[in-house]
C-alpha cells in the first residue's frame, strides 16, 4: 500500500473544504442536527472544522514543537454573526487556503509536533484530508444530500484509521481500543466496487498484543462488503450497519464489539 503524495493530500484539502462550503452555501438549515455527531449544529460542525484548519496552519507555519491551544488560535472562532452561510462559507474557504498554502511551504518532512508521534508537516496533511473527507459526508448526512469520495482517498482514509487505532493501543492503556483483542478474531472489509489496481480489502486480526492489519483477499470472523465509500463510512460509524448499500457476513457481534471501540478516545 502506498500514501497518496503531500502535494495530493494539499489537493485534497482544496477539494473536499470547498465541496464542504458548497454544502454550507446549498441553502442547508445551518442549526439542523448532525445526526452522526449529534451535539453538533451544521453550523457548529463547520466551525469545527474550521478552528481545526487554522489550528494545523498554526502548527505547520511555525513548527510548533509541542501543542498550541485552540484559543490561541487567530480567527479560530470564526465570524461573529450566527446563521450567516456567506460568512462561515468564506471563513472555512479562507481557512483552508491558510493551511494548504502553510502545507505546501513546509513540504511533508518539515518538523512540527504531531499526536501521533509523527511528527512532521506530512502527517497533518494526511490527518487534515480525512478529518474534512469524513466531516463533509456529516454534513452532507445531516443537508440530505449525495455524498462520494475518490477511491483512492477512501482507501487511504481506512488505512490511517487502522493506523490511529494501533496507535492509541500502544499508548493509551485506558482506552477502549484495549479490548479490541482475542486470537484467532478477524474482520474483513471488501470493497465491491473497486478493480485489483485499487487494492481495496483488508484483514483485521485482533491478536493478544493488539490489531495488526494488511490489505488483501482473506477469510475472517465477519466481513463488511459494499461500495468502497459506504464501507469507508461504516467503519467510521457513519453509516448504519442495516443500511441496504452494505452487507455483513458471519459474526456481526464482532463488529460492532470493534465499531464501538475504535474510537478517537
Do not use: N
Not at 71 to 81: I, K, L, S, Y
Amino acid at each position: 500500500m502506498t500514501r497518496l503524495v503531500h502535494d495530493r493530500y494539499c489537493d485534497e484539502i482544496a477539494l473536499q473544504t470547498d465541496l464542504l462550503r458548497s454544502v454550507v452555501t446549498s441553502g442547508a438549515d445551518l442549526s439542523a442536527t448532525v445526526p452522526t455527531c449529534p451535539d453538533w449544529s451544521l453550523e457548529q460542525l463547520v466551525r469545527h472544522v474550521g478552528r481545526s484548519l487554522r489550528w494545523v496552519e498554526l502548527l505547520v507555519r511555525t513548527r510548533a514543537e509541542e501543542d498550541i491551544p485552540e484559543e490561541r488560535v487567530p480567527g479560530g472562532d470564526g465570524p461573529r454573526a450566527e446563521g450567516d452561510p456567506a460568512a462561515l462559507g468564506a471563513w472555512l474557504a479562507e481557512s483552508a487556503q491558510m493551511l494548504v498554502r502553510a502545507l505546501r511551504a513546509a513540504g511533508p518532512d518539515a518538523k512540527v509536533w504531531g499526536w501521533a508521534g509523527i511528527p512532521d508537516a506530512g502527517f497533518w496533511a494526511r490527518r487534515m484530508t480525512h478529518e474534512i473527507t469524513v466531516h463533509r459526508a456529516d454534513a452532507a448526512l445531516a443537508a440530505r444530500l449525495p455524498y462520494e469520495v475518490a477511491p483512492e482517498v477512501a482507501a487511504d482514509a481506512i488505512d490511517e484509521w487502522l493506523e490511529i487505532v494501533a496507535f492509541v493501543q500502544r499508548t493509551a492503556p485506558e482506552d477502549a481500543a484495549r479490548e479490541l483483542r482475542g486470537p484467532g478474531l478477524g474482520i474483513h472489509l471488501h470493497a465491491t466496487d473497486a478493480g485489483p489496481e485499487a487494492d481495496a480489502e483488508w484483514l483485521i486480526e485482533l491478536t493478544e498484543t493488539g490489531i495488526v492489519w494488511r490489505r488483501g483477499h482473506e477469510k475472517a470472523t465477519v466481513a463488511l462488503r459494499g461500495p468502497l465509500t459506504a464501507v469507508l463510512l461504516a467503519f467510521y460509524r457513519r453509516l448504519d450497519l442495516d443500511d441496504p448499500r452494505i452487507e455483513v457476513l458471519g459474526d456481526r457481534e464482532l463488529l460492532e464489539f470493534w465499531l464501538e471501540r475504535a474510537t478517537f478516545g
